[in-house]
């Protein structure tokens, strides 16, 4: 499996630190980021203090990141990184660290077959959060996203709950069409435009093509996914 070389910095407004990693691509095992001084994670390093920003940034193609519980699994926080020297301070609810929690990282690389894009989502339900990718998506094609994990349907992740939300990020230089939300029946319930992100024409920012929120998509089993992407 590849690797890349990721980076988070964060802080509030009275200091900041720097946490690396040589992180393996589509993997959040193994996956923690460590302080470029200590070499401690997160919580072992800085207990209890309060983040209300972030820096992530990853090599080449796409990555997630959360600020999890090492024991209870719990995730306080999560997004995306931007290309390396693409990135800018991003601003998040204030949190403060466990001595239990740990920053991770989900990187995925350009895929290099032509008219091929790898995608990401973070879902956000009554139930929770997930991330969910899709591997060699098929220009102009609706592509299925499973949880990353587990590699379960929205419906089978997130039955008998609320979509509250959807971020999407595709690897550099691609674009997001849309990303559908497809019943059991095969209807779609919904459809939401995306866009290209970086340092490219039209693009809102560095981190996400498409962000989505105060939604209230009731999810039934056999609900789907699905994504359209076009590649650069």
């Given at each position: 499996?590849?690797?890349?070389?990721?980076?988070?910095?964060?802080?509030?407004?009275?200091?900041?630190?720097?946490?690396?990693?040589?992180?393996?691509?589509?993997?959040?095992?193994?996956?923690?980021?460590?302080?470029?001084?200590?070499?401690?994670?997160?919580?072992?390093?800085?207990?209890?203090?309060?983040?209300?920003?972030?820096?992530?940034?990853?090599?080449?193609?796409?990555?997630?990141?959360?600020?999890?519980?090492?024991?209870?699994?719990?995730?306080?926080?999560?997004?995306?990184?931007?290309?390396?020297?693409?990135?800018?301070?991003?601003?998040?609810?204030?949190?403060?660290?466990?001595?239990?929690?740990?920053?991770?990282?989900?990187?995925?690389?350009?895929?290099?077959?032509?008219?091929?894009?790898?995608?990401?989502?973070?879902?956000?339900?009554?139930?929770?959060?997930?991330?969910?990718?899709?591997?060699?998506?098929?220009?102009?094609?609706?592509?299925?996203?499973?949880?990353?994990?587990?590699?379960?349907?929205?419906?089978?992740?997130?039955?008998?709950?609320?979509?509250?939300?959807?971020?999407?990020?595709?690897?550099?230089?691609?674009?997001?069409?849309?990303?559908?939300?497809?019943?059991?029946?095969?209807?779609?319930?919904?459809?939401?435009?995306?866009?290209?992100?970086?340092?490219?024409?039209?693009?809102?920012?560095?981190y996400t093509n498409l962000e989505c929120s105060g939604l209230a998509v009731p999810i039934g089993k056999g609900f789907k996914l699905n994504i359209v992407t076009v590649s650069e």
């Open positions: 499996m590849t690797t890349q070389a990721v980076s988070i910095t964060t802080g509030n407004p009275t200091f900041s630190k720097i946490f690396t990693d040589a992180a393996t691509d589509g993997v959040w095992s193994g996956n923690v980021l460590t302080d470029t001084i200590s070499t401690q994670n997160i919580g072992i390093l800085i207990p209890n203090a309060t983040l209300s920003w972030v820096q992530p940034e990853y090599e080449a193609g796409l990555m997630a990141w959360r600020l999890q519980n090492a024991q209870t699994l719990a995730v306080s926080r999560f997004g995306f990184g931007t290309k390396a020297t693409f990135n800018s301070k991003v601003p998040i609810a204030p949190v403060r660290v466990s001595p239990n929690d740990i920053l991770t990282a989900y990187p995925l690389p350009v895929d290099g077959t032509a008219n091929k894009t790898n995608a990401l989502a973070w879902v956000t339900t009554s139930k929770g959060v997930e991330l969910f990718d899709s591997l060699a998506v098929t220009d102009a094609t609706a592509t299925e996203m499973k949880t990353a994990v587990n590699n379960q349907t929205l419906g089978d992740a997130f039955f008998n709950s609320t979509l509250s939300a959807i971020a999407v990020q595709v690897e550099d230089g691609a674009i997001v069409d849309r990303i559908e939300i497809v019943d059991n029946l095969g209807g779609v319930q919904m459809t939401v435009q995306g866009n290209v992100r970086g340092q490219t024409p039209g693009s809102r920012n560095s």
